[in-house]
């Protein structure tokens, strides 16, 4: 025989301390005293960018929605804070050319060398302990009709937690973005068994041990304890899985609280958990705790001898008369019902494989804590109490008995989210999974930066002179070459994307003038495509257009001339201009579109014989020289390669970038090409970055309704001026706020940024290297100067400008790319 006694442990296990008992429903844990207990993730509004105003209204909304719960109710707000190193993976981008993926390079070697990034996940845990089952029969058979009274004690208690949970999170999403944990399945390969994992079980195992991972659950899923079991050595310094555990407990409370009090340890560069478990109390029950308190404070007001002998002879105690009356107040702010009353508990739990860095990472948050007004200690002997009253779900363990209400804590729970972006591109047409369009470190929080909200890309970029513009927008299209089958259409002022457009190997035409490396200007034949109704239709309106600009009113018989010429040159060889000048037959129009044929001062660009225009997945179109033009000659000029841009979206991912758009925003017939795209374009998957300088032109457009409408996605440069009235109102219009305001107002030029869209708000540094700026940042005269005088030595042109930059590794950086 073997003797076993010695292996039998009468003592109690880790999975007896924690109180899972199973799953009874999708998402709704069953714990071992028969309670129920449901989650959500959530993501709260970002109180940096919001005003006073508006965080008071986010808290006094929250204490509404809690104040309807009582005795039996348990809801548990958890922040915590993980690290990330996440930067899109190589294999995922599909960059075609080595400088725009040597950038990319460049980005992810920084923010992998970087240490310190941090992102905070918020998450709720509702619990509630049915009545007793005496207790409920009577009001089932009171109230109840014929087939309540036949459903089970059980069944009525899970059909009551799902309608409270309802509106609970319907009240929350008006507040919150939130969405339920959920129990998901995954059919196994053989496709003959059903694997079944729960989010709220991950979530558990996540707050015991710090692993984020699946766990799948058996096939009857009870028993969950011994699946959420781990290895804890409990002492004054704990253990959980070999790592060792610290707790910091709040056990001291300032005089008042306010909205987001406790912000700054959601900007904590460490990993934490930070726990806030409060417990409801009916009003009846808050107001006998209360009257207790009272009672207490009431007795000291004067000393015992002046009470026993009736005397007023000693002074009263002015801290407890204080007490009472405050005590007084919250007994009738418990009767009004407006706040709930009940016991709040707030711990932040630690993990690190070293003691030693431990007591560090507990001493700075103790510190943080401290200096906001709070009291905080290190736990020691109640480590592990404190530890297991964290834990989701946990009625017993380490009850803080002072009460306070909703209100407070509405104030003290970690609402505020720093938003960190979206992981994968949001867009529905793009291949599940996609990347980011830009990752960015900014502060200890890093910042994911996506154009997109759902399937609309179009963005608004607003910012003066001077103020990082053009970096942004070379960035922005050099980060877009990461997807697949990738567009780029980029109308510039000034060359600012000459350097990425030539070195990504795209075409940088000159409009008006000469190429930039000194080849004869482009030519176009707008007439050469004459194949479809459509495009037939397209060249009537087009001619229309160029006849309408010399000022000639068009009438019907005009209309009914140009139509007639276009399909007699649809059956003919010769499409140009001047062929269509020969074959009209009204004196009007041959005069009118003479500016623009071989003999007016336009026919060397319109007037070509074939169009040399050859579009590929980059182009850049330079237009400053157009627009000394006059509208006589952009108008027609522009609304041909806005049409043929507009035939080569064919649904792959395609970006359209409008560098000065006032020009565009100022005239009526692009004004309503833009109004057009912003609402037809995002179904071919094409967003559109406008970016201005003029806000008064925006203003002015008539069509700022429809860009703040049409443009979810708003980037704002630093502006001294935002704050001045004139420029202040037009930020207002677009749905700033005066915090927001104040944000763009002070942020520094040319390096900070600051993004607004339906997701979040966050100011965000670029955090550019010397290979980015090589090509994104050099657009100086000098600098375009020495790039095309570098570009004439051959194709391998970009590595000795990086060398020239300084950068001695230049030619190994592009090859590895």
């Known amino acids: 025989m073997v003797a076993l006694r010695s292996f039998r442990h009468s003592g109690p296990s880790f999975a007896d301390l924690v109180p899972y008992a199973g799953l009874v429903a999708n998402g709704i844990v069953l714990l071992k005293d028969g309670s129920l207990m449901a989650g959500w993730y959530f993501a709260g509004p970002d109180s940096e960018s919001s005003t006073d105003a508006e965080r008071n209204e986010v808290s006094r909304q929250i204490n509404t929605i809690l104040a309807r719960l009582g005795s039996g109710w348990m809801i548990q707000v958890e922040a915590v804070r993980v690290p990330t190193t996440d930067y899109p993976a190589r294999q995922d981008c599909h960059f075609p050319d080595p400088v725009t993926r040597a950038i990319d390079d460049e980005r992810r070697s920084r923010f992998e060398q970087e240490r310190g990034h941090f992102e905070s996940r918020h998450a709720i845990i509702l619990s509630w302990r049915p009545p007793e089952r005496r207790r409920a029969g009577l009001a089932r058979y009171i109230y109840s009709d014929t087939e309540s009274r036949s459903a089970s004690y059980a069944d009525t208690a899970i059909e009551s937690f799902r309608t409270s949970m309802r509106e609970v999170e319907q009240y929350l999403a008006s507040v919150l973005s939130i969405r339920r944990m959920e129990t998901r399945e995954v059919e196994e390969r053989d496709g003959t068994r059903t694997a079944r994992y729960d989010e709220l079980f991950q979530f558990i195992r996540f707050c015991i041990t710090g692993e984020n991972h699946p766990i799948r659950l058996p096939d009857i899923p009870m028993y969950l304890d011994w699946l959420a079991t781990a290895e804890l050595q409990h002492g004054l310094s704990p253990t959980v899985e070999n790592r060792f555990l610290g707790v910091v407990a709040i056990d001291g409370f300032p005089a008042e609280s306010w909205p987001g009090i406790l912000n700054s340890l959601d900007l904590m560069p460490l990993t934490y958990r930070w726990s806030s478990r409060f417990m409801f109390l009916d009003d009846q029950d808050a107001r006998q705790k209360l009257e207790r308190t009272r009672k207490k404070w009431q007795q000291k007001v004067r000393p015992f001898i002046d009470q026993l002998f009736q005397t007023q002879s000693r002074s009263i105690d002015q801290d407890a008369a204080v007490m009472v009356a405050e005590t007084e107040d919250a007994i009738a702010e418990a009767s009004s019902q407006l706040v709930a009353y009940g016991y709040y508990t707030p711990v932040i739990v630690l993990f690190d494989e070293s003691s030693a860095r431990l007591q560090e990472k507990a001493e700075a948050v103790r510190r943080l804590i401290q200096a906001e007004g709070f009291g905080a200690r290190i736990e020691t002997l109640n480590a592990t109490e404190a530890f297991l009253g964290s834990l989701p779900g946990n009625w017993y363990a380490n009850i803080r008995e002072p009460l306070i209400n909703t209100r407070n804590l509405a104030d003290l729970i970690p609402l505020n989210s720093v938003w960190s972006g ?246 009526p017939v692009f004004r309503d090409k833009i109004r057009e795209w912003l609402k037809v374009l995002r179904k071919a998957n094409c967003a559109v970055l406008l970016a201005t300088q003029s806000i008064s032109d925006a203003e002015r457009s008539g069509i700022i309704d429809v860009l703040k409408e049409s443009c979810p996605t708003k980037i704002c440069l630093p502006n001294g001026a935002a704050r001045e009235p004139g420029t202040r109102e037009f930020y207002e219009r677009i749905g700033f706020n005066e915090r927001q305001i104040e944000i763009v107002a002070t942020a520094a030029p040319k390096r900070e940024y600051y993004v607004a869209s339906p997701k979040g708000r966050r100011l965000f540094n670029m955090a550019l290297g010397p290979v980015a700026l090589s090509f994104v940042g050099a657009s100086g005269k000098d600098d375009l100067k020495r790039i095309l005088a570098l570009k004439k030595t051959g194709a391998n042109w970009p590595v000795y400008w990086l060398i020239e930059r300084g950068i001695g590794h230049a030619d190994t950086l592009l090859a590895d790319s």
Not at 426 to 440: D, E, I, K, N, T
Not at 488 to 495: H, L, P, Q, S
Request: proline share 6%; hydrophobic share 40%; with cysteine.
């Open 422 to 667: 979206n992981p994968t591109a949001p867009c529905p047409f793009y291949p599940s999974g996609s990347p980011p369009l830009m990752q960015v470190a900014s502060g200890s929080t890093p910042f994911r930066l996506n154009l997109h909200v759902d399937d609309v890309g179009h963005t608004l970029v607003f910012g003066p002179t001077g103020s990082g513009k053009s970096t942004l927008l070379a960035l922005i299209a050099a980060q877009f070459r990461r997807y697949a089958g990738a567009q780029i259409f980029a109308f510039d002022k000034g060359r600012s994307m000459l350097p990425l457009t030539l070195a990504a190997g795209g075409d940088h035409y000159e409009i008006g003038g000469d190429d930039a490396d000194g080849a004869a200007a482009l030519a176009f034949c707008p007439l050469s495509d004459l194949s479809t109704d459509t495009d037939r239709a397209w060249a009537a309106e087009w001619v229309e257009t160029l006849v309408a600009v010399q000022g000639v009113l068009i009438t019907p018989d005009h209309r009914n001339a140009i139509s007639r010429q276009i399909g007699l040159m649809a059956e003919a060889r010769g499409r140009s201009l001047s062929d269509f000048v020969s074959g009209v037959q009204m004196r009007e129009i041959k005069d009118a579109l003479h500016h623009y044929t071989v003999d007016g001062p336009m026919g060397q660009l319109l007037d070509a014989e074939r169009d040399g225009l050859q579009l590929g997945s980059f182009q850049t179109f330079e237009i400053e020289q157009l627009m000394n033009m006059g509208e006589r000659n952009l108008v027609p000029v522009l609304t041909y390669l806005f049409r043929r841009i507009e035939k080569r979206l064919s649904g792959a991912p395609s970006l359209i970038i409008l560098d000065e758009a006032w020009l565009m925003l100022g005239h």
